[in-house]
């Protein structure tokens, strides 16, 4: 039977002293090699320190540092102990870097680096680039610098690698003029140099640069390769910059280079990422389906365009589908307001046992969010929790921002609360949370508090705070932190800001000031500018002023739905029928049309959505007739129909039946019929609630004794015993 290499077994329950016996050194070498586990390692550490005159006592310390780098804590630990004056084996300094060199953590690399510095380790033209490498992934411009300084002084900063490394380093801190220096300087450039500059321009979005040294590599005797491309056309799709890569494509085609299934997808990407849907379908059409990234570029492509079908059409084609295609095809859905689909794609997926990643889950949460179901929401957040995903920061975040939007706002501060760490974003969406729910008060508190904490607001943050001051109503509120925003955090005010101060003005009805904004600003208005008077001046009945506001949105967008329609209901107020036929001729014309109504309501995990005077549903019948007894009772209440919001040419019976058929009112009953008792009843409406169904919905809560809580395009309505929390100021 084999003897054990130590009297007794190495094994975490066993003391250290038990395996103090000397052994030979061939024996330690092979149990340091097989040390399978952290307490092994010590046990062995232990070994040596109580045999300090063992045989080749540092070597098997060497060794020992080299196997323990798995556990770079106590590797680095074990090289802090090694004495100023013991010099290493030959060439472990690069052994040491290039084992750590494979971890992602560059500064783990770099704190090793300054302890062997400390210990006089030699550093020889290998270490380098490894070095360079690691200073690199970190962005550490500094140490990056002082590594180059020691390659001078040691000369091998004209090692061709050490060079190709510098240039490496160089760039991705930023600092691409002194990447070129070194570039230019280098004797020996092969196809790595030249990929390695032109990526540096890449990053740094110099593309005139790019397509000069391009030119400058066609007349050197190094062919640009299919990875150089790759970097281009990649660097293209990124930022977004068509033009170059159309030049680039050219390049390819106007020089022969063959372009492999590989070089095809990366092209389908750089054309599909930019929008240009026909010419990546060209070029997609000669792969196939099996092409996983061209057919993950086809589905983010077309989703992009806001065509998810064809995006659809491109993941159904697929044979094998990974992770990214699949998290590709629920966040088409997300974007594109389709957050059902989005959701059955997720659990189909799981059902295919794909696991999903942060993207996925984040694009889930975003749906949900969408979607407005707070049982969804739920069911969601239970398996983030679930799966590990519950620590993330940007998981939380988006947490946060679900629940506010699933009309939980109680769910969000939870969230909130439990987070250990919190950032910028985590306080936004928590600001942003209280505005949309008009708890105004909670909302600047916040804000308050967050800079309590230290953590500097951004531009978002302010759109939040302006945007809670809108829709309650402060207008020195929102002037004050307008003006806290420039003057005291240096914050450049964008169209977002101004739109919400136009909005502000305008909904207190401080019109004057609302126009002189729009007038004083140092960019020009956009439809959202223009929109948000107008509405201000439809809801104060300032028309003159309205109808100049209307004109200029539709300078800027023509086929703009509002503004054609504010301009037929301004006729409409006055009975000129004749020009509201003549808008709306327009309008048919032109294939414009009004947005239709629609609401949604989640009942038994199940969500149900109404048109105006939908009679889809299954049960139709019993919601109609339930409509009639609700309008009965609510009459008794003091309940009047407000046929002011129907602007077509009925007599008032029929503006009156319109009116009660609005898409909420039908959902509503629908909510009466199916609730379990004492339940909060949640609406989700993709417009702004009207006047009549603000009212309806107030009064059905205090005759029925139950929560209503309406979203609408804009923000959340909590209508509670008669009254809703926006105060009737929305």
């Given at each position: 039977m084999a003897q054990p290499l130590l009297s007794t077994p190495l094994h975490p329950h066993y003391p250290a002293a038990a395996a103090a016996t000397a052994l030979p050194q061939a024996n330690f070498n092979k149990l340091i090699s097989t040390a399978t586990s952290l307490p092994h390692l010590k046990q062995i550490h232990a070994h040596l320190l109580r045999n300090p005159h063992h045989g080749h006592h540092h070597h098997h310390l060497f060794n020992l540092i080299l196997c323990s780098l798995s556990y770079p804590s106590y590797a680095l630990s074990l090289l802090s102990s090694i004495p100023a004056q013991r010099q290493p084996p030959p060439q472990l300094s690069s052994k040491l870097l290039k084992h750590l060199s494979r971890s992602n953590n560059a500064d783990e690399t770099l704190i090793f680096f300054q302890t062997m510095q400390k210990k006089a380790f030699p550093i020889d033209r290998f270490s380098f680039p490894l070095l360079l490498k690691a200073a690199s992934k970190a962005m550490a411009l500094s140490e990056g610098k002082m590594i180059h300084g020691l390659a001078a002084k040691l000369g091998f900063d004209s090692d061709p690698f050490v060079e190709t490394a510098l240039v490496?380093?160089?760039?991705a801190c930023g600092l691409i003029s002194e990447a070129r220096l070194v570039f230019d300087k280098m004797s020996y450039k092969d196809v790595v140099s030249w990929t390695i500059m032109i990526d540096g321009y890449c990053q740094s979005q110099l593309f005139d640069d790019v397509l000069a040294l391009l030119e400058e590599m066609k007349g050197s005797k190094v062919e640009p390769d299919e990875r150089i491309f790759t970097t281009i056309l990649s660097?293209?799709?990124?930022?977004?910059?068509?033009?170059?890569?159309k030049l680039v494509h050219g390049f390819i085609s106007d020089n022969n280079i063959v372009i492999d299934s590989h070089l095809q997808s990366v092209l389908v990407n750089m054309y599909a990422s930019s929008g240009a849907m026909d010419m990546a379908q060209s070029l997609y059409d000669k792969l196939k389906p099996t092409n996983v990234v061209a057919s993950t570029a086809m589905i983010s492509g077309y989703s992009k365009v806001g065509n998810v079908e064809a995006a659809r059409l491109v993941f159904d084609e697929m044979v094998d589908k990974d992770l990214v295609c699949w998290s590709a095809m629920i966040s088409g859905y997300a974007d594109s307001d389709k957050p059902q689909e989005a959701l059955k794609i997720f659990h189909e997926m799981l059902r295919h046992g794909i696991k999903p990643d942060q993207v996925t889950i984040l694009s889930v949460i975003s749906a949900c969010a969408h979607l407005g179901a707070l049982d969804q929401a739920k069911k969601i957040h239970l398996y983030v929790t679930d799966n590990g995903f519950g620590?993330?920061?940007?998981?939380?975040?988006?947490?946060?921002?679900?629940?506010?939007?699933?009309?939980?706002l109680e769910e969000a501060k939870e969230v909130f609360g439990r987070m250990h760490r919190k950032n910028v974003i985590s306080w936004t969406s928590m600001i942003s949370a209280?505005?949309?729910?008009?708890?105004?008060?909670?909302?600047?508190?916040?804000?308050?508090?967050?800079?309590?904490?230290?953590?500097?607001?951004?531009?978002?943050?302010?759109?939040?705070?302006?945007y809670a001051c809108s829709h309650a109503g402060l207008v020195e509120e929102g002037q004050k932190a307008?003006?806290?925003?420039?003057?005291?955090?240096?914050?450049?005010?964008?169209?977002?800001?101004?739109?919400?101060?136009?909005?502000?003005?305008?909904?207190?009805?401080?019109?004057?000031?609302?126009?002189?904004?729009?007038?004083?600003?140092?960019?020009?208005?956009?439809?959202?500018?223009?929109?948000?008077?107008?509405?201000?001046?439809?809801?104060?009945?300032?028309?003159?002023?309205?109808e100049f506001a209307a004109k200029r949105l539709l300078e800027l967008d023509p086929d703009h739905d509002g503004a054609h329609i504010f301009l037929s209901n301004i006729y409409a107020k006055e009975k000129r029928w004749e020009n509201v036929g003549a808008v709306r001729q327009f309008m048919r014309h032109k294939g414009i049309s009004k947005q239709q109504g629609r609401s949604m309501i989640e009942m038994d995990n199940e969500i149900h959505e109404f048109l105006t005077a939908d009679k889809k549903h299954k049960q139709t019948d019993e919601i109609y007739v339930k409509l009639d007894e609700v309008v009965d009772k609510l009459k008794q209440a003091g309940y009047t129909p407000n046929t002011s919001s129907v602007l077509v040419d009925l007599d008032e019976d029929e503006k009156k039946e319109v009116v009660l058929w609005h898409s909420e009112k039908l959902a509503l009953c629908y909510g009466l019929i199916s609730r379990e008792k004492q339940s909060c009843i949640r609406i989700i409406k993709n417009l702004r609630i009207c006047e009549d169904c603000h009212n309806f919905m107030k009064k059905a809560s205090k005759?029925?004794?139950?929560?209503?809580?309406?979203?609408?395009?804009?923000?959340?309505?909590?209508?509670?015993?008669?009254?809703?929390?926006?105060?009737?100021?929305?």
């Open positions: 490496g380093m160089y760039a660097a293209c799709s990124r930022f977004g910059n068509l033009d170059v890569g620590k993330a920061l940007p998981i939380n975040n988006a947490l946060i921002d679900m629940y506010a939007k699933c009309g939980s209280f505005a949309i729910h008009g708890d105004v008060d909670n909302s600047l508190k916040h804000f308050q508090q967050m800079k309590l904490e230290n953590v500097e607001p951004n531009w978002i943050t302010f759109v939040g705070v302006l307008f003006e806290k925003m420039v003057n005291e955090y240096g914050i450049t005010p964008r169209l977002e800001h101004y739109g919400c101060m136009v909005d502000l003005y305008g909904r207190a009805n401080h019109l004057a000031d609302a126009l002189e904004l729009v007038e004083s600003m140092p960019m020009a208005p956009n439809v959202v500018i223009w929109g948000s008077l107008m509405a201000a001046c439809r809801i104060h009945g300032e028309f003159e002023l309205g005759v029925f004794n139950v929560e209503i809580i309406v979203r609408d395009r804009t923000r959340f309505h909590h209508c509670r015993d008669g009254s809703c929390s926006c105060k009737d100021y929305w």
